[in-house]
């Protein structure tokens, strides 16, 4: 069976696999979407193939869309043309249960993938007609949080930004200045109302979008490419809004046991491919089924039925309420909480984590005894709920092939968020005591524990990429297992760093627990399992 427009028509066999087929004509609906394009996606990655695609096939199949996606892929264009244009854009999306068991169909809602590149002359132009088409109600974004940025850590644009303002929108290259460049075809046509919405899993997202396309923009304005009206049009957000969102959904690399069971069924080229940028992507993708998208309803040239589909359409403040639900009580406290352990302890899976008594109870206690009684309810997902899905199916699914590993890369950057924003809470109660907690801490001190980079049978241990990894290792030097009394006076300036963990935990009065949980670690080899124990 192969992955196209022509291996589809072979229903027989892809129904005898069990694989969902769409209920529409792919050919019309591309054919019509290039017409009158709808929607325009920048960043052609596994999440949007494996999740935002899937949400306009959902209204395709139910006749409330006609047109489908045009996805533009801006930093790696080896994925339109080893994975795009192989398959007329279609992706086998494979759903991952917890049982083992998955459930297969092929989205075919993106009509083209193109690449926003300045120097492909077609797909450029197909690009900047589509945006200059009166038809195009929204362009979303899946570029993570890197693709926003202008700046170098040492706050200077990055030459590449100084090169696009110096050579105006003709020639952009950065993904702000693409989208500056396809805003600016839009402004020239007539200045048409679109909403710009990232999808991006970052705060705020729809700010950062904003704040970087205007910076270009300014600078062409500062240069002589553009008139200063289009600055004024794209900063009027009656004409061009940027919409803020909450994204959560797994879409991790594509595992060898997918493509090897997606082989003996019969598929053909289903082997993921390495690009010249090293993205390890294949025609597959292969996801957890619980998903959310919660989106600000501000559209100013009106938007599919996305509802209709699953998406939370609401105001700013539900989106904050749901992100913050998310990434500092429900899920990221949990997840940092496991990664750290799970290094220390020799795990390989998150998911094998989810079999530990301890492990288990200390992301049950961080969860539903420490976050849910200052928790942010948004009204529209219900927190406990939400904790329950993800402690037993989300965790647990043996198909997650997330690493411990990869969760603790640039854990000094998620702490202050995931875990500070609970002890605030507690600091400002009149109810509640942040003495009282005692898992909150046990992740920070495991935290400390894991970066002594030896784990908790005594053997040096790999410790993932930190932008402050550097510095915390030379505070905590000389810091050594089966000598607890190392750690005296090594933690002050650690602990007191508010920028670190959202609260100078002196003042929060947690500190002394973090550094005896530290101590206790230290002990010797198991002193960590002992302490879990101990404390849970």
Same mark, same amino acid.
């Given at each position: 069976?192969?992955?196209?427009?022509?291996?589809?028509?072979?229903?027989?066999?892809?129904?005898?696999?069990?694989?969902?087929?769409?209920?529409?004509?792919?050919?019309?609906?591309?054919?019509?979407?290039?017409?009158?394009?709808?929607?325009?996606?920048?960043?052609?990655?596994?999440?949007?193939?494996?999740?935002?695609?899937?949400?306009?096939?959902? /209204?395709?199949?139910?006749?409330?869309?006609?047109?489908?996606?045009?996805?533009?892929?801006?930093?790696?264009?080896?994925?339109?043309?080893?994975?795009?244009?192989?398959?007329?854009?279609?992706?086998?999306?494979?759903?991952?249960?917890?049982?083992?068991?998955?459930?297969?169909?092929?989205?075919?809602?993106?009509?083209?993938?193109?690449?926003?590149?300045?120097?492909?002359?077609?797909?450029?132009?197909?690009?900047?007609?589509?945006?200059?088409?009166?038809?195009?109600?929204?362009?979303?974004?899946?570029?993570?949080?890197?693709?926003?940025?202008?700046?170098?850590?040492?706050?200077?644009?990055?030459?590449?930004?100084?090169?696009? %303002?110096?050579?105006?929108?003709?020639?952009?290259?950065?993904?702000?200045?693409?989208?500056?460049?396809?805003?600016?075809?839009?402004?020239?046509?007539?200045?048409?109302?679109?909403?710009?919405?990232?999808?991006?899993?970052?705060?705020?997202?729809?700010?950062?979008?904003?704040?970087?396309?205007?910076?270009?923009?300014?600078?062409?304005?500062?240069?002589?490419?553009?008139?200063?009206?289009?600055?004024?049009?794209?900063?009027?957000?009656?004409?061009?809004?940027?919409?803020?969102? %909450?994204?959560?959904?797994?879409?991790?690399?594509?595992?060898?046991?997918?493509?090897?069971?997606?082989?003996?069924?019969?598929?053909?080229?289903?082997?993921?491919?390495?690009?010249?940028?090293?993205?390890?992507?294949?025609?597959?993708?292969?996801?957890?089924?619980?998903?959310?998208?919660?989106?600000?309803?501000?559209?100013?040239?009106?938007?599919?039925?996305?509802?209709?589909?699953?998406?939370?359409?609401?105001?700013?403040?539900?989106?904050?309420?749901?992100?913050?639900?998310?990434?500092?009580?429900?899920?990221?406290?949990?997840?940092?909480?496991?990664?750290?352990?799970?290094? /220390?302890?020799?795990?390989?899976?998150?998911?094998?984590?989810?079999?530990?008594?301890?492990?288990?109870?200390?992301?049950?206690?961080?969860?539903?005894?420490?976050?849910?009684?200052?928790?942010?309810?948004?009204?529209?997902?219900?927190?406990?709920?939400?904790?329950?899905?993800?402690?037993?199916?989300?965790?647990?699914?043996?198909?997650?092939?997330?690493?411990?590993?990869?969760?603790?890369?640039?854990?000094?950057?998620?702490?202050?968020?995931?875990?500070?924003?609970?002890?605030?809470?507690? %600091?400002?109660?009149?109810?509640?005591?942040?003495?009282?907690?005692?898992?909150?801490?046990?992740?920070?001190?495991?935290? /400390?524990?894991?970066?002594?980079?030896?784990?908790?049978?005594?053997?040096?241990?790999?410790?993932?990429?930190?932008? %402050?990894?550097?510095?915390?290792?030379?505070?905590?030097?000389?810091?050594?297992?089966?000598?607890?009394?190392?750690?005296?006076?090594?933690?002050?300036?650690?602990?007191?760093?508010?920028?670190?963990?959202?609260?100078?935990?002196?003042?929060?009065? /947690?500190?002394?627990?973090?550094?005896?949980?530290?101590?206790?670690?230290?002990?010797?080899?198991?002193?960590?399992?002992?302490?879990?124990?101990?404390?849970?």
């Amino acid at each position: 069976m192969k992955l196209s427009y022509q291996g589809i028509q072979d229903v027989q066999a892809y129904e005898a696999q069990k694989v969902k087929l769409p209920k529409y004509d792919w050919q019309q609906m591309a054919e019509k979407t290039l017409k009158n394009p709808v929607w325009v996606h920048f960043g052609a990655g596994n999440i949007f193939r494996g999740f935002i695609a899937a949400l306009q096939q959902r /209204l395709l199949d139910a006749g409330e869309a006609e047109c489908g996606i045009i996805a533009a892929e801006t930093f790696d264009y080896d994925i339109i043309d080893q994975i795009y244009v192989p398959h007329d854009s279609m992706t086998l999306m494979v759903s991952l249960k917890p049982d083992g068991s998955t459930d297969k169909e092929v989205i075919a809602s993106i009509a083209r993938g193109v690449k926003a590149n300045c120097q492909d002359e077609a797909d450029w132009t197909l690009l900047k007609n589509a945006f200059a088409n009166p038809s195009l109600q929204f362009a979303s974004f899946t570029i993570t949080e890197k693709g926003y940025a202008l700046h170098n850590m040492a706050g200077e644009l990055m030459p590449v930004v100084v090169g696009d %303002m110096e050579n105006g929108p003709c020639k952009a290259r950065h993904a702000m200045s693409v989208v500056a460049a396809m805003l600016y075809e839009r402004y020239q046509a007539g200045a048409y109302p679109i909403a710009m919405v990232s999808m991006d899993n970052c705060s705020h997202n729809g700010e950062k979008l904003r704040a970087s396309v205007l910076t270009v923009v300014d600078g062409w304005v500062k240069n002589g490419f553009v008139p200063a009206e289009f600055a004024a049009y794209v900063a009027d957000e009656t004409k061009v809004s940027f919409p803020w969102s %909450m994204i959560d959904k797994i879409t991790p690399r594509p595992a060898d046991v997918i493509r090897d069971q997606l082989l003996s069924q019969g598929f053909e080229d289903m082997q993921p491919v390495v690009t010249g940028k090293n993205t390890y992507i294949a025609p597959f993708v292969n996801a957890e089924i619980p998903q959310y998208l919660v989106v600000e309803d501000r559209f100013p040239n009106g938007r599919p039925a996305l509802e209709k589909a699953g998406v939370y359409l609401c105001d700013r403040d539900t989106v904050n309420m749901t992100e913050r639900m998310k990434v500092t009580t429900c899920l990221n406290p949990l997840h940092t909480a496991l990664a750290v352990y799970g290094c /220390l302890l020799g795990y390989e899976l998150i998911a094998d984590e989810m079999k530990d008594e301890e492990l288990v109870k200390l992301v049950k206690t961080i969860g539903y005894v420490e976050g849910l009684p200052v928790v942010t309810d948004p009204g529209i997902v219900n927190p406990r709920a939400f904790i329950d899905e993800v402690v037993e199916m989300r965790l647990p699914n043996p198909f997650m092939p997330d690493t411990p590993q990869r969760i603790a890369t640039d854990t000094s950057q998620k702490v202050g968020i995931r875990f500070g924003e609970t002890i605030k809470s507690y %600091m400002a109660s009149e109810t509640l005591h942040v003495e009282d907690l005692k898992a909150i801490p046990l992740a920070l001190a495991g935290w /400390l524990r894991y970066l002594i980079a030896v784990d908790d049978e005594g053997k040096e241990m790999p410790v993932s990429s930190d932008p %402050m990894l550097k510095e915390m290792q030379e505070k905590l030097s000389g810091v050594k297992l089966g000598d607890a009394a190392s750690v005296d006076g090594k933690l002050e300036d650690i602990l007191s760093n508010a920028s670190v963990f959202g609260v100078c935990l002196y003042e929060a009065k /947690l500190a002394g627990k973090v550094e005896n949980y530290l101590k206790e670690m230290l002990a010797g080899p198991g002193a960590v399992r002992a302490t879990l124990k101990k404390y849970l």
